[in-house]
């Protein structure tokens, strides 16, 4: 089933110039950037400071941590690799949907979750992930926002 979620969305690209161009900037680093250097602004605006440094340091540690330690452990090859790899699970959309999940009950979560939809689904479209590798980053970021919040919720993102 992962493998025909992939064959769909990854079949799409090579068709329209203009669908790989989008593709490759969701898909790519430049979008990462973008979408994190939105988030850093943000701090400017005094009342979203708490969401800013809860999604900073959730994407940090589930992305520097946990998909770190689970690429060893799960060593599974990218869809153009044929023996070893590291795909699973994205550390792109783990940054992607933390940054996201860190502003829940703001203005900012539906516009920054359809961004990091977008973000995860084009890293499959562009042929670097399986769509399980997106969503195994997904549910990471969730969990990792949610302990940091919860574990810190009386001393700094009360």
């Known amino acids: 089933m992962d493998y025909s979620f992939f064959s769909a969305i990854n079949g799409l690209a090579g068709r329209w110039p203009w ?23 943000l701090w400017f605006y005094k009342p979203l400071r708490r969401q800013v440094y809860l ?21 599974r090859p990218r869809p153009f690799e044929l023996e070893t790899g590291m795909s699973f699970p994205s550390g792109h959309a783990t940054i992607y949907f933390a940054l996201a999940f860190a502003f829940w009950g ?4 539906w516009p920054f979750m359809i961004l990091a939809v977008l973000g995860a689904t084009a890293r499959v479209f562009v042929g670097v992930h399986y769509p ?12 990792t926002v949610f302990g940091i919040r919860t574990l810190f919720k009386n001393r700094f993102l009360s």
């Open 19 to 41: 669908l790989d161009l989008i593709g490759k900037f969701f898909g790519g680093d430049y979008f990462l950037f973008v979408f994190a250097l939105w988030v850093i602004l």
């Open 55 to 75: 999604g900073l340091v959730s994407a940090g540690f589930g992305r520097a941590v946990i998909v770190e330690i689970l690429k060893r452990i799960v060593d």
């Open 106 to 109: 703001t203005r900012y979560f």
């Open 132 to 143: 399980l590798d997106v969503l195994a980053g997904a549910v990471i970021a969730g969990l």
